[in-house]
């Protein structure tokens, strides 16, 4: 097979990605990836502080992610290039970053992506109730079947993410409308399950422990910047397609939590691996409960599928900067894709969906994505300050800076607490294990990177330099 | 400022830093599991009288339990299996030192080679 490996940055006449998404794309790459959060995973933050402590964080999260979409989208707009926040980090702060933002992507979107596959191999067991079925036939079909779709074009890829994704969620509005929410006491019984006593049963600690899981809530949504070398148009695609997005999962993550906290006691809301399934289990609906079903499934595989696009593109970005060795910046000659990227992952995703637990395997996609968040509120920052407004033509200015880089900032320090309480040791073992990588990089990988090279966008220098 | 011409990388060299960056990986997400360390703490407080009333479940939350197939025997391990949250200050302040630390590390290397950046690609021009 003949392949093609392109130098860092320059494209030129060398086969690249393809441009051919348009903002529905962006916004099917960023909800699809989101999406199953609704399916499994936020009940969890009710596990830790109650089904009013999810609320609270759903909200709360929800701001911590609107921060980041008004970010990102400016950002992005500016800086258009495959690896979304690894290109930013690497023209606004710096290789060391770049490597290790790039990093952050992959283990968040890589950690996310065997939480899916566990997800959906489990519900299919669940479903199917027979004794001595396991799930890692499953497992191993979906990562698999996903990676040979990734590998085979972009656009058939998110094509279909947008016509799962699109299903799933109109599953999520025909359940809340089903149940006629304007009504308590026929279908939905809020006011009997959530009481005053048992609202928030581990007080105000709890709504901080519930940080954790709340984040599942939205996580991934800053995914769409990895299309940034394939839409057709950046500057408008992107910052619409995100937005959008961050409108729609707001939406479907109240609609669920009314839904799901109006039908069943929060004690099983937070141990459950299927709350909108059982939800639709609960309404005593077969056709409901069976389209929940279905949608389950299908959140979980759209996510999957944008999960192993975009860390393709950020280990991708990797090697085409000569972070990594180059061989991983090999596009297919045929299907345009970052094919070597794609195979090398299937098999360290494979491998974590036999040894971890879906909560352990959030909590790693979590952590990531929390480190990375905390860099984006820095990196905004230095963004306006070496490039202030109309040095450079921005495609979208997001309103109101600094504050939405302060509560991002705020949000995550609580985060960070929040994962204390429950997962510390898991914490400060990855963040030692980033810093002996940096060292790794710093001290030895950084002699094989071209330096000005790594600058391309015709930016005059920056203030300060 | 001369520009910088990095070293080619042997094939070998290559194979080499793929398998260290792949054993980093393994070693950072799976040891905390091999070594129990992943995962809260939560424990069952258990009760001797297992009703609903005891496990503080009204009729409503006690019949939509028996729907889900549960009684209060196999109910009482679910809801009483509670987290006991308790801040452990050394590991705290171990955690935040090491978060602190990496960002600074982070921010203050990536700067010096920023800089290098930066004065080759407008000092060329």
Same mark, same amino acid.
Request: charged share 15%; glycine share 8%; net charge neutral.
């Given at each position: ?14 086969v690249?990605?393809l ?9 099917a790459?960023?909800v ?12 969890f ?6 089904a009013?402590a999810?609320?609270i964080?759903c ?29 930013q ?10 490597f290790?933002v790039?990093l ?13 596959a ?23 079909a ?16 998110l ?12 599953s ?6 089903s149940?006629?929410?304007w ?11 959530v009481t ?9 600690i709890?709504v901080?422990?519930?940080?954790q899981?709340?984040i ?7 995914g769409?910047?990895?299309a940034?070398e394939?839409v057709?148009s950046p500057a ?9 997005g ?30 909108l ?5 609960? +309404?005593g ?5 069976? %389209? =929940?079903? !279905? &949608?389950?499934?299908? @959140?979980?595989? $759209?996510?999957? *599928? ?16 000569r972070?990594?060795p ?7 000659p045929?299907?345009? +894709?970052p094919?070597?990227?794609?195979l090398? %992952? =299937?098999? !360290? &995703?494979?491998?974590? @969906?036999?040894? $971890?637990?879906? *909560? ?29 407004l109309? +040095? ?29 309480l429950?997962f ?6 990855m963040t030692i ?5 940096s ?6 990988r950084?002699k ?18 | 400022?001369s520009r910088?011409?990095?070293p080619e ?6 194979v080499?830093?793929i ?7 393994f ?16 424990s069952?407080d258990?009760l001797d ?18 729907k889900?197939g ?7 391990d ?5 987290f ?10 171990i955690?935040?030192?090491?978060l ?12 010096r080679?920023?800089?290098d950046v ?8």
């Amino acid at each position: 097979m003949t392949t093609t490996v392109l130098e860092p940055a320059i494209h030129g006449d060398r086969v690249s990605l393809l441009r051919v998404l348009g903002p529905a794309h962006v916004w099917a790459l960023g909800v699809g990836i989101v999406l199953v959060g609704e399916f499994t995973g936020w009940n969890f933050s009710a596990d830790k502080g109650g089904a009013l402590a999810a609320l609270i964080v759903c909200w709360i999260v929800g701001l911590l992610y609107t921060s980041v979409a008004m970010i990102d989208s400016e950002v992005t707009s500016t800086v258009a290039a495959a690896g979304g926040q690894y290109a930013q980090a690497k023209h606004i702060v710096g290789p060391l970053m770049a490597f290790n933002v790039a990093l952050f992507l992959v283990f968040a979107y890589t950690m996310l992506e065997v939480s899916d596959a566990i997800l959906l191999g489990d519900t299919i067991v669940a479903k199917a109730g027979v004794e001595g079925l396991t799930h890692n036939s499953f497992i191993a079909a979906t990562i698999v079947v996903l990676a040979w779709l990734n590998y085979r074009g972009v656009l058939m890829t998110l094509n279909v993410n947008f016509v799962i994704t699109a299903i799933a969620y109109i599953s999520i509005v025909i359940l809340f409308f089903s149940v006629s929410p304007w009504t308590q006491g026929a279908v939905l019984k809020l006011n009997e399950l959530v009481t005053p006593g048992n609202a928030l049963p581990y007080g105000w600690i709890g709504v901080i422990a519930a940080f954790q899981f709340g984040i599942w809530y939205y996580l991934g949504i800053e995914g769409t910047t990895q299309a940034a070398e394939e839409v057709r148009s950046p500057a408008r695609s992107l910052p619409y397609g995100t937005m959008a997005g961050m409108i729609t999962l707001l939406i479907a993550a109240a609609m669920t939590w009314y839904v799901c906290a109006s039908l069943m006691p929060w004690e099983y809301l937070g141990i459950t691996y299927y709350p909108l399934w059982d939800a639709g289990k609960l +309404t005593g609906s077969p056709l409901l409960e069976n %389209l =929940l079903f !279905i &949608a389950t499934l299908l @959140a979980a595989l $759209a996510s999957a *599928n944008g999960c192993i696009n975009d860390a393709a593109r950020a280990w991708f970005s990797l090697g085409r900067d000569r972070y990594l060795p180059s061989w991983f910046s090999a596009v297919h000659p045929k299907y345009r +894709t970052p094919y070597r990227s794609i195979l090398f %992952l =299937l098999p !360290i &995703a494979l491998a974590f @969906a036999f040894i $971890a637990d879906l *909560n352990q395997a959030i909590t790693f996609s979590i952590l990531s994505g929390v480190l990375q968040y905390t860099f984006m509120s820095i990196n905004i920052m230095m963004f306006r300050k070496k490039w202030p407004l109309g +040095t450079i033509r921005r495609g979208y200015t997001h309103p109101f800076h600094p504050l939405p880089a302060i509560v991002l900032f705020c949000l995550c320090v609580v985060t960070f607490f929040a994962i204390f309480l429950g997962f510390g040791s898991q914490l400060i073992a990855m963040t030692i294990f980033y810093f002996l990588i940096s060292l790794w990089f710093h001290f030895y990988r950084y002699k094989f990177v071209r330096r000005g090279d790594q600058f391309t966008m015709p930016w005059p220098k920056p203030q300060g330099y | 400022m001369s520009r910088y011409t990095p070293p080619e990388q042997s094939k070998a060299g290559q194979v080499f830093d793929i398998v260290v960056v792949v054993v980093a990986i393994f070693v950072a997400l799976w040891l905390p599991l091999k070594l129990g360390l992943a995962g809260a703490a939560k424990s069952i407080d258990a009760l001797d009288a297992k009703t609903w009333e005891a496990l503080g479940q009204n009729p409503t939350m006690a019949a939509i339990w028996e729907k889900l197939g549960y009684t209060p025997e196999t109910a009482h391990d679910v809801i009483q299996n509670r987290f006991h949250y308790v801040i452990d200050w050394p590991t705290l302040i171990i955690m935040a030192a090491v978060l602190i630390g990496y960002f600074v590390f982070l921010f203050r290397a990536s700067d010096r080679e920023y800089r290098d950046v930066i004065n080759e690609k407008f000092d060329d021009k």
